[in-house]
């Protein structure tokens, strides 16, 4: 039988329409969109067209959409790219202590340089209060970044609010919206950022492209030099084939979205109803705070989540993020405060566009009948934790 995918968090399949779209850019449409010939024209408008595709999922215009190769990338440019353009004068960065390995790291190796980051404690429900943010902000900070959505606990963080006192402080904003982009509707003039971060694979795209939105007037330092493709902030000749399969992506999530939410949420709370009443002790780590409709943390009260995971091979899901070191305990959980017993029991099931009624019932069904097994004989299963993105 086909296993249960519930990992979507990690990465998405790429959509078959995705893939349609990008075909054509591995075959006839393979001109360089810098060159001034017919081949290159060609490619410049689908590279354009795309462009749009992004800026409409987000609200935005589509001269202010840079594409890189991820979501890592467009992190590292929104933050070192805003620090660098500043220059050599002091600066003071306020952040989360759940944000994405991606943020946190070259936010760590930009305070070895001698910038100052403030990190922002959540609160237990794995929100950050927006008056805390508020109450960091200093007369030298120049930059908050902020996740719009969480990925291990899918919880949504205050933007807008975090964003609207910032601005009043004259301080710019950046906003890590991998996770969210396609399950919750975004509009960069409702949150009222200056960066905004997109992943593709997250979002039924291939894996290698990802957008950073940069609003008119952000100073922003590119972190590559040599040509002058993306207004100079991204040189290098673009991937079209990516990119068109992430103008598709984002056209075709847009459209889903109106469904899409209230369908899985309906699934995700049946999900962690079901398991509740089947697995024995289970905690919904982050519940009751807003969060994504496709996302459910869960903790299995005296069992490690790895084993749980081993024991029921037919749910492909995963005990935390693959950006993390292998085995380290999640740093999110340890931030709200979660105790040991609920940290080492976590297991994150994500679900996505596939996942149906029966997908659901069948992971409860294993899951629930792994966590009876071990629970009842306390004997380990076989199998390495699985820690994914």
Known sequence: MTPIYLDHNATTPVAPEVRDAMLPCLGDLFGNPSSGHEAGRRARHAVEVARGQVADLLGAAAQDV??????TEANHLALLGVIRARGPARAHVVTSAIEHPSVLQPLWGLAREGVEVTTVPP????????????????????????????????????????????RRRGVLVHT???QSAGKVP?????????????????????????????????????????????RG?????????????????????????????P?????????????????????????????????????????????????????MASTGSACHSGGEPSHVLRAIGAT?????????????HGTG?????????????????????????????????
């Not at 990516?242 to 899409?260: D, F, S």
């Not at 029966?358 to 629970?375: I, N």
């Open 186 to 230: 975004l509009d960069v003039t409702e949150l009222g950022v200056d960066l905004l971060s997109l992943a593709g694979h997250k979002l039924y795209a291939p894996k290698g492209i990802g957008a950073l939105w940069v609003r008119p007037g952000t100073p922003l330092a590119p972190l590559f030099h040599g040509g002058g493709q993306e």
């Open 66 to 71: 840079v594409f890189t190769s991820g979501g």
């Open 263 to 315: 369908r899985l949420r309906a699934l995700r709370d049946r999900l962690e109803a079901q398991l509740a009443a089947r697995a024995g002790d289970v905690h919904v780590n982050g519940q009751g705070a807003p969060r994504l409709p496709t996302t459910s943390n869960v903790s299995f009260i005296g069992l490690e989540g790895a084993l749980v995971l081993a024991a029921a091979p037919e749910v």
């Open 123 to 166: 609160r237990p429900d794995g929100t950050v209060d927006p008056d805390a943010v508020t109450a960091a902000l200093r007369p030298d900070t120049v930059l908050v970044s902020l996740m719009h959505a969480n990925n291990e606990l899918g919880t949504l963080q205050p933007v807008a609010e975090v964003a609207a006192a910032a």
């Open 357 to 389: 009624e029966g997908d659901v019932e069948r992971a409860v069904t294993a899951l629930a009948a792994a966590a009876r097994r071990l629970r009842g004989h306390g004997a380990p299963a076989e199998g390495a934790p699985r820690m994914a993105g």
């Open 176 to 178: 890590d919206a991998a």
């Open 340 to 352: 040991p017993e609920t940290i080492r029991g976590a297991v994150r099931l994500s679900l996505g």
């Open 233 to 261: 902030l991204r040189p290098g000749t673009e991937p079209v084939p990516g990119i068109v399969a992430l103008g598709a992506a984002c056209a075709l999530v847009a459209r889903r979205l109106p469904t899409e939410g």
